[in-house]
């Protein structure tokens, strides 16, 4: 059974840091592709940024580019979201997926398992 597992989330002051981690289990985990997508209230559930298998290759939204980062470590079966510079349209709930895709990676239908999500509040 594969689970993911956020945590990190918070509530932190505009222009403060955040680090989500999101540990994976039940799954080979080096085999698959990881990504961020976050759900502002009233929203859509919104791609952040991905990275693939061997941590080599990465994209981001526009929204986030310069200021977050995602990075993986898979003798520990996580992915991590280094998020600074954090802004209020940053607020969201921010959830950890998984893909054996490697395409297509922006859209949430290509992931085939979901975290249970964070929430991220950033006030002004």
């Known amino acids: 059974q594969v689970q993911l597992v956020e945590s990190g989330g918070g509530l932190v002051q505009a222009g403060g840091s955040l680090r989500l981690s999101c540990a994976a289990s039940?799954?080979?985990?080096?085999?698959?592709?990881m990504a961020w997508f976050r759900q502002a209230p009233g929203k859509e559930r919104v791609f952040v940024a991905h990275?693939?298998?061997?941590?080599?290759?990465?994209d981001y939204a526009d929204s986030v580019k310069g200021r977050f980062t995602i990075s993986r470590d898979n003798a520990k079966n996580t992915v991590y979201l280094q998020m600074n510079s954090l802004k209020p349209e940053d607020t969201a709930v921010y959830y950890c997926?998984?893909?054996?895709?490697?395409?297509?990676?922006?859209?949430?239908?290509?992931?085939?398992?979901w975290g249970q999500g964070t929430q991220v509040t950033i006030s002004s």
């Open positions: 997926a998984t893909t054996h895709l490697r395409f297509r990676l922006w859209i949430s239908g290509s992931y085939d398992y």
């Open positions: 039940g799954l080979t985990f080096s085999s698959y592709t």
């Open positions: 990275i693939s298998w061997n941590g080599i290759s990465t």
